[in-house]
């Protein structure tokens, strides 16, 4: 029987990521990967450590693992292991910490220490760790369901760390800077992601808009990237995560409205709409440069899906400086908005900052903005509502009859009658419901 790992990712899409390639490493020198909740010979914790809430999470979950079988190996890595390792470990009692300069070597680590476990030599000692080894199909089968819906959406990252230093931000410490892979070695991972059935490849990374600079060709690439991605055959669509506005260049727009497979749809993080704190967060823009930018966007892309990060609280931020979050939110017309509440970070600058807003006031605002960013999602989804729209199946429930996937414009569709529709297929519904965070459409509504 071989050993059994299960692993559990926290925070941003990159980490998925590396989850993943954590997972398709251990497969290949034949783990069997199993679900967290089953007992396991090894857990792997993929942790976060951007807000204090993130960090509580991620010890939570390291104890959970200890708790479901006490002889198992219990590792952990990623960004709050990077920072607080040693802490992490005499709390938790997690045997191994693998550091974020590391992450890659944890599978052969895994291995050694499980080897040792069992007295044996390197147990998959037989395998050249240089010879490219065939994953097997159950890997691919086997992929965990919350980083990749249904083998539909595939997050790829293309690039790790950060060369912007917000005050408040602790990643660019804990993940180093920027840099990239190199645009063959990616559009190589996107060709075989998509011959597993993968439609939806989602760029990824900790700050896109520093693609390239560490590469000869210079920040150029991104732009050749995303050309050359959106031409894998067989690809659906093409998503574009999280960019600043200072990176969205008038080329990058204008590639994205030419390209059928880009999908509509940025996540502009604005974190405020008040200049005073904008630039006490070193953010690089103005909320005028911010609208003036999505005015342009718009233009070229109509129907644009706008998403964004808000963050509440940040030392000394007035009332009337989060009113002016809420107006800029609004004219923004933001469809999805994720609102973080500010959190110390030791040993950033804003940390140090005096008129540290109250936990309570945070919380205030941040249930304000709350509102806000539901009637927006409302009010943008039901721009859709009537109209045909395309729906890149993710899921089928055969118990409810459902299917669910999303438009280009990133709002979720159920599909209530789509039980026989297949994942990783296109269909065009007409909407005719708004649920809170979803749309419903009738698949015979077509008017295909
Ligand atoms: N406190 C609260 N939210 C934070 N983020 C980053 N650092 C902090 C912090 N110290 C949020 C930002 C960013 C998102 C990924 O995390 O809004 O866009």
Redesign the pocket.
């Known amino acids: 029987m071989p050993p059994s790992f299960a692993i559990y990712t926290l925070g941003?899409k990159a980490n998925q990521y590396d989850s993943y390639s954590i997972a398709r490493e251990l497969t290949r020198s034949g783990w069997r990967q199993v679900d967290f909740d089953d007992r396991a010979d090894a857990y792997i914790v993929d942790t976060c450590t951007?807000?204090c809430v993130a960090d509580h999470k991620s010890r939570k979950i390291i104890r959970r693992a200890a708790r479901r079988n006490s002889d198992a190996i219990v590792a952990v890595t990623g960004c709050a292991a990077e920072w607080a390792g040693p802490a992490i470990q005499e709390m938790t009692g997690a045997e191994m910490v693998v550091r974020n300069r590391f992450k890659d070597q944890l599978p052969a680590q895994l291995n050694q220490l499980y080897s040792q476990r069992l007295g044996q030599e390197m147990w998959q000692g037989c395998r050249d760790p240089l010879e490219t080894t065939e994953l097997p199909d159950s890997f691919w089968e086997s992929l965990d369901g919350s980083a990749l819906p249904d083998k539909v959406r595939f997050l790829l990252k293309v690039q790790d760390g950060c060369n912007k230093f917000?005050t408040?931000?602790?990643?660019p410490k804990v993940r180093g800077r920027s840099r990239s892979r190199p645009v063959k070695d990616i559009v190589t991972e996107a060709r075989e992601i998509v011959t597993h059935g993968f439609r939806e490849i989602v760029l990824t990374g900790i700050q896109l808009g520093d693609f390239g600079l560490d590469l000869e060709e210079g920040a150029s690439a991104f732009l050749r990237l995303i050309e050359e991605l959106a031409q894998v055959e067989a690809l659906v669509r093409l998503r574009i995560s999280?960019i600043l506005p200072q990176d969205i260049s008038p080329d990058l727009i204008a590639l994205i409205a030419a390209s059928p497979r880009i999908c509509r749809h940025l996540h502009i993080?604005l974190?405020s709409g008040s200049d005073s704190v904008l630039e006490a967060m070193r953010r690089g823009y103005t909320s005028a440069e911010f609208l003036r930018l999505i005015d342009k966007i718009r233009e070229a892309m109509p129907g644009l899906g706008l998403t964004t990060?808000?963050?509440v609280g940040f030392p000394g931020e007035t009332e009337e400086d989060f009113q002016a979050t809420l107006e800029v939110a609004q004219r923004a017309r933001f469809a999805r908005t994720?609102i973080?509440?500010?959190?110390?970070?030791p040993g950033?600058l804003?940390e140090r900052l005096p008129a540290h807003v109250h936990e309570k006031v945070k919380e205030e605002r941040s249930r304000r903005m709350f509102e806000l960013s539901g009637r927006l999602s409302e009010t943008f989804a039901c721009e859709i509502l009537g109209q045909p729209v395309e729906v890149l199946v993710e899921t089928t429930n055969a118990a409810t009859g459902f299917a669910s996937g999303y438009t280009d414009t990133y709002v979720r569709v159920v599909i209530v009658d789509g039980a026989d529709l297949q994942p990783g297929g296109t269909i065009e519904v007409i909407p005719t419901d708004w649920r809170g965070d979803h749309l419903v459409a009738t698949s015979c509504e077509t008017n295909g």
């Open positions: 941003c951007v807000t917000c408040y931000c602790i990643i999280s993080p974190q990060d808000i963050m994720h973080f509440k500010y959190s110390r970070r950033t804003a």
